[in-house]
């Protein structure tokens, strides 16, 4: 450990590790490739191989099926996240050719620096996520049915099953928890399966807004 680095508490581990579960699952979720061995670490091995600060422990993974299309964790420990931080951290990821980047903030976050989240665009992403939003992972809750992200193909081929236009799906908030947790954009649609009594299970679609 860094001479300069406070030392962290086993309770403070313990919550860093859960969150770290959570991003590896959700990346996962997400399509992108996370090893066995990273998603399995114990915690005892996570704590042995915890360099003293948040930021060593960075996620960057790529899609098997599309090298180019990347995506980088960061954890920000700034008691107040604002425009700058989110400014260099933009240029960062833009100078490595990453599609989408995620800052885990311990802090809070301007009004300002929301704006800049939501002004994010398709060739690159950034979102960010608080520390107790991933302490849990939401999607692994039973009470959550499971959403699954549609391809732009299976997007198309529902639309002209049914014919039907954007316009009359359900809509999802991309605020929505799950959503987020998905990462889902606008226009974007996703499978929801519920259980069902008397069907086994219950299938809708929601799309993104």
């Not at 198309?156 to 987020?180: F, G, M, N, W």
């Amino acid at each position: 450990m860094d001479s300069n680095d406070e030392k962290v508490s086993d309770a403070e581990l313990s919550k860093l590790y859960k969150i770290k579960k959570t991003l590896l699952k959700m990346i996962s979720d997400r399509g992108y490739l996370v090893s066995s061995e990273d998603r399995d670490i114990s915690f005892d091995d996570f704590k042995m191989n915890f360099k003293g600060r948040k930021k060593s422990m960075t996620i960057f993974s790529t899609k098997e099926t599309e090298p180019t299309n990347s995506i980088y964790v960061e954890f920000i420990d700034d008691p107040k996240l604002g425009v700058e931080q989110i400014s260099l951290f933009t240029e960062k990821i833009r100078k490595e050719n990453i599609s989408c980047g995620i800052m885990v903030i311990s802090g809070s976050i301007t009004p300002l620096a929301k704006q800049k989240f939501r002004e994010s665009n398709e060739l690159l992403h950034i979102e960010y996520f608080e520390e107790k939003e991933l302490v849990v992972n939401i999607t692994e809750h039973e009470l959550v049915p499971k959403h699954i992200l549609l391809s732009d193909e299976e997007k198309k081929t529902l639309l002209k099953k049914y014919r039907l236009e954007e316009s009359q799906l359900p809509k999802i908030l991309t605020s929505d928890p799950v959503a987020k947790y998905l990462g889902l954009r606008r226009g974007q649609v996703v499978k929801i399966i519920r259980a069902s009594e008397t069907a086994g299970r219950y299938i809708t679609y929601r799309i993104a807004q």
